[in-house]
């Protein structure tokens, strides 16, 4: 590669499902700023001389007139199609379009024929290749992430590149990645294993003093997947004095001095996946440690460890039945989870579960974009499918009437505004699904389509 080569590159976070309707269901500004791009650009090698543009389409749209060499598209399963669609009117320009991200790392041959370069796995030294192939004239049209990826001594995300305004905050940093868990309708393993990567300790620590947080969110899906390393990373945050939201399992709770310690790191709020209170579907779903007869103990000792709960459960698998719903919904507002959320269980490609109910033929549409957590896209079980689109909606609006809001706040261990407003935002996110997320795409179509599941299959 020879001296002097600049190159104009726009990374693109294309619109998701909350998006697709003008603006979205919520505010933009409660959304926080995405870590991807931000990392994306932080690995671009500085030999290339790059003017980097950031586009979060959550918050802006993209210009179709966009002058610039090369664009990155990352890509979960409901933005496959308007990634696609932003990527060919990219190309017939002459752009170079790169497509990377969970959907494509879940099924590459979806995404092949769509770009000039697909990057499968992890990008921290498959992007920076592939720009230097890129500058060379040398472009492979498939990047695949090494097995002996290390996350240490990685520059830090550059998130001066998105406007902090347009976001709840910037604040967002990351420490694992992976999970040790192999949930049947979970991404992680099937994409990217069950290997757990870490960030040295000293470097989580120092992202977060130069960025100079003081309240953050951590994005890793089970921060606790590694005792030893969770135990160190909450030691070393202690002299921080800093506030962090994160995820982790219900097995935290099983272990009291790590929780203990959690809190004293600055803990205010963890997402817990919950899933189901049928043990059936947990046993099924291979997440038997998580026990239903323990959920609300699980709350109430997070609770009273200053930690409040973001709990989600999802509706649809095999051993649900039309009464899951409001059983569900109930049982929430008695364990006083600080803010549930709900979704419809989604076979996403790839995954164990997208493989068994395409085996059983229970796949009932390809179309992308409707798999999103509301949509319902195979054939339940024990329900029809306007039962398990209206019940979840059901669910929803339970939860958060007021009353409920009420009754589940009283032991919040949350500011009380900052509690409040949360539950107002989710309100008018339950209060509107309809308009969002519907079946209609099906409802429509014939009723052998319905019956059968094969005529509503959409071509590929």
């Not at 003017?51 to 090369?70: A, F, K, W, Y």
Request: proline residues 6%.
């Amino acid at each position: 590669m020879g001296g002097g080569f600049s190159v104009k590159i726009a990374l693109i976070s294309p619109k998701g499902p909350l998006y697709r309707h003008r603006g979205g269901i919520f505010r933009r500004s409660l959304r926080y700023a995405p870590l991807t791009l931000t990392t994306l650009a932080s690995l671009v090698p500085d030999e290339l001389d790059a003017d980097l543009q950031l586009i979060d389409e959550g918050i802006e749209e993209v210009d179709p007139q966009l002058q610039v060499d090369l664009v990155g598209i990352t890509v979960i399963t409901g933005t496959a199609p308007r990634a696609y669609e932003l990527s060919a009117a990219f190309r017939s320009r002459g752009i170079t379009v790169v497509l990377g991200g969970p959907h494509v790392t879940l099924v590459p041959d979806d995404a092949q024929p769509h770009a000039d370069a697909i990057v499968v796995g992890y990008a921290e030294d498959s992007w920076p290749a592939l720009l230097k192939d890129y500058a060379r004239g040398s472009l492979q049209r498939r990047y695949v992430q090494a097995p002996d990826l290390s996350l240490a001594g990685r520059p830090f995300p550059r998130r001066d590149l998105l406007p902090k305004r347009r976001f709840l905050t910037n604040n967002v940093f990351e420490a694992t990645r992976a999970c040790i868990h192999n949930c049947e309708f979970c991404v992680v393993p099937a994409a990217w294993g069950r290997k757990p990567y870490q960030k040295p300790v000293e470097d989580v620590v120092a992202d977060i003093r130069q960025h100079g947080a003081r309240k953050l969110i951590f994005v890793d899906l089970n921060l606790i997947a590694d005792r030893s390393y969770a135990e160190r990373l909450f030691e070393a945050m202690i002299p921080l004095k800093v506030q962090w939201y994160g995820l982790s399992t219900v097995l935290l709770a099983d272990d009291l001095p790590l929780l203990k310690l959690a809190a004293r790191s600055g803990c205010r709020g963890l997402l817990l996946g919950f899933e189901s209170i049928r043990s059936d579907n947990l046993r099924g779903s291979s997440k038997s440690f998580n026990k239903p007869s323990k959920f609300k103990e699980v709350v109430s000792l997070l609770h009273a460890h200053g930690i409040a709960v973001y709990g989600c459960f999802v509706f649809g698998m095999d051993h649900d039945t039309p009464d899951v719903f409001l059983e569900t919904a109930r049982f929430a507002v008695d364990a006083r989870i600080d803010l549930p959320r709900f979704a419809v269980v989604t076979p996403f490609p790839g995954t164990a579960l997208y493989q068994r109910l395409e085996r059983e033929g229970r796949i009932l549409t390809r179309n992308w974009e409707l798999y999103d957590g509301q949509h319902v896209v195979f054939q339940p079980a024990g329900m029809t499918i306007d039962q398990l689109q209206r019940g979840t909606e059901e669910a929803w609006r339970h939860v958060y009437s007021l009353p409920s809001i009420a009754r589940r706040l009283q032991t919040t261990p949350a500011s009380p505004w900052v509690a409040l407003a949360s539950n107002l935002g989710y309100r008018h996110y339950a209060h509107n699904l309809h308009r969002f997320y519907n079946c209609d795409w099906i409802i429509g179509r014939a009723g052998t389509a319905m019956k059968s599941g094969v005529a509503a299959m959409e071509a590929r």
